[in-house]
């Protein structure tokens, strides 16, 4: 038995740290896009979401892939992005490509907003599954299989320097910097201290479980976000309200999601304190929040709306920060 005969397959996640400089990792880009691992069978590609849901139907134009990766069967573990005019990944436009299930706008879309795979790392080949080997050697059998065109890229790396490294893909528009143990196996669902993601601003993955009333300029959409995350006892704890980091399209966009989800009672236990009103919703949304730091309550402090993520659960939203 094989990975391809189990799955879906979760990914291996990184847990977060700071910029260092180590031998014994390499360093790649954060690429901000939809993690997706691929899968080749004969003449078949499939794509798999980090969610174990397959997303193959919302991408077409990967299909085109088949003949760019030179193997009778392969699993890729990757991102699918949306490059800018400068190469780099746009993670605005990607949310336009997230949930698409017609064929006929998975193909519109396919061809005003083209997607590419960023390939970087390899858990099977040819009947063989390659997750207990060094990522160094995974990587080196990834690269001779992989020929980049409009739509695959090989995902690049540097040894060693991984302070320099961060300094410069930052500069460059880069999210952050993922480091690498050279000589980890891959860990399916994991998430590992042998992968390390470091970015820019401290960021949290939270879940939208309510919204104020909105006053002002803002009386016709919400005043702030009621956003919590599973604890390790697996309750749902409140850590915020957010009311800061809102542009005009994201508040159109959130408040008609936020009035299709209300509901009676708080999916959160305890008191929340609020200027206004709360108005509870279902937990089904994921916002990603930046912050300053977090309270002796495990609040959080300036809390500041970065953008929706509808590529991720509400289940991965956890206390880890």
Known sequence: MTLFDERPISPMMAKTGKPFDSDDFIFEPKWDGLRALLFKHDRRIELQNRNLKDVTAGYPELQKLKSSIKARSAIVDGEVVILDEKGLPDFGKMQHRFGINDPREATVLGKTLPAT??????????????IARPLEERKSRLQTIIREGPHLLLGDHVDRKGKRFYDEASKQG????????????????????????????????????????????????????????????????????VGGGFDSKSLETMTPMLQK???KTPVIEGPVEAPTPVTWVMPRIVCEVKYASITHERKLRFPRFSRLRNDKSPEECRMDI
């Open 117 to 130: 795979y960023v390939a970087f790392d390899l858990l099977h080949l040819n009947g063989k599954d390659l």
């Open 174 to 241: 880069f999210e952050g910097v993922i480091a690498k143990r050279r000589d980890s196996p891959y860990l399916p669902g994991v998430r590992a201290d042998v992968w390390v993601k470091i970015k820019g601003a401290k960021t949290v993955d939270c879940i939208v479980v309510g919204f104020t009333k909105g006053e002002g300029m803002r009386v016709s959409s919400f005043g702030a976000l009621v956003v919590a995350a599973y604890a390790g006892n697996g309750r749902l704890q409140h850590i915020g309200n």
């Open 261 to 263: 989800l209300v509901r």
